[in-house]
């Protein structure tokens, strides 16, 4: 029903720039909060940013100032605009939406995730 499209990751060296974007497509009426998760084999995965609607967001401290996210609603598409980018950044971030399918019913959808791989 609701599918999300990622794209924009690879390889880049340290202090380095990527930008991620993540589309969603489907049927629903809305889609609520976006945002990115990331995980690096033998890590936790992290809750990277996230972006309402109405353009709150919310960063990990360890990307604040570095880590800038966007959206734009009427392509229901968010973007991670990624500078100075470290060793540290290494994972696949995956993508994800919250929407809304009907009056009761929300749903969660995920991006199939991108490598971003930092390095040297």
């Known amino acids: 029903q609701v599918m999300l499209a990622e794209s924009g990751g690879g390889l880049v060296q340290p202090g380095g720039s990527l930008r991620l974007s993540c589309a969603a497509s489907?049927?629903?009426?809305?889609?609520?909060?976006m945002g990115w998760y990331r995980q690096d084999p033998g890590k936790q995965r992290e809750l990277v940013v996230t972006?309402?609607?109405?353009?709150?967001?919310n960063y990990l401290d360890s990307v604040k100032g570095r880590f800038t996210i966007s959206r734009d609603n009427a392509k229901n598409t968010v973007y991670l605009q990624m500078n100075r980018l470290n060793p540290e950044d290494t994972a696949v971030y995956y993508c994800?939406?919250?929407?809304?399918?009907?009056?009761?019913?929300?749903?969660?959808?995920w991006g199939q995730g991108t490598q971003v791989t930092v390095s040297s």
């Open positions: 972006i309402t609607s109405g353009g709150d967001t």
């Open positions: 489907g049927s629903f009426f809305s889609i609520g909060t």
């Open positions: 994800f939406a919250e929407a809304r399918l009907s009056v009761q019913h929300t749903y969660t959808a």
